[in-house]
């Protein structure tokens, strides 16, 4: 006999359904935090494969942007760059993290159903901290990084300022 009840059963489901969990320990501590109770992480995996799912891979979907929030943003940033005094110019900047694939793991997903993780294309990462100037494309501010951190983005910023004094 089981420890959890139907309802908790169906919550465990949910859980699972709602989420990427790639390793049952993340189940038993949700099972444990939620509601209470123990169990060892071969029990989890026998209660997940009761509940119908199996470990396997997820699907790597591309991932979309949202049209109608960049409409909106368009719209503001148009409205913004009317109003810019002639000595200022707007810079658009972030950290990233360019990788040529995202790689597809194991996760318990329902028997039968696929469980989707959109990806980046990239094989190898690298840190930079990059700004980029709308009005002229081509003025590129950048800082190839090991990290980005506070220091790694204050050297970026020292760098904005010397291209923009």
Request: charged share 25%; net charge neutral.
């Amino acid at each position: 006999m089981g420890k959890l009840t139907e309802a908790q059963l169906q919550a465990v489901k949910s859980y699972v359904e709602a989420n990427i969990c790639h390793s049952s320990l993340q189940v038993l501590s949700y099972i444990n935090i939620t509601f209470g109770l123990v169990y060892k992480s071969d029990s989890v995996i026998a209660l997940l494969h009761r509940l119908g799912f199996v470990y396997k891979k997820t699907k790597l979907v591309a991932s979309k942007a949202n049209l109608e929030k960049q409409e909106v943003f368009i719209k503001e940033f148009r409205e913004i760059e009317r109003n810019l005094p002639d000595n200022e110019i707007i810079l658009f900047g972030d950290g990233l993290h360019p990788r040529h694939n995202t790689e597809s793991t194991y996760a318990w997903i329902e028997k039968g159903k696929e469980k989707e993780v959109l990806s980046n294309t990239g094989r190898v990462r690298i840190n930079i901290n990059g700004a980029i100037n709308p009005a002229n494309p081509t003025e590129i501010v950048y800082h190839e990084c090991d990290t980005i951190d506070a220091v790694s983005t204050i050297v970026w910023l020292k760098c904005i300022e010397a291209a923009y004094p």
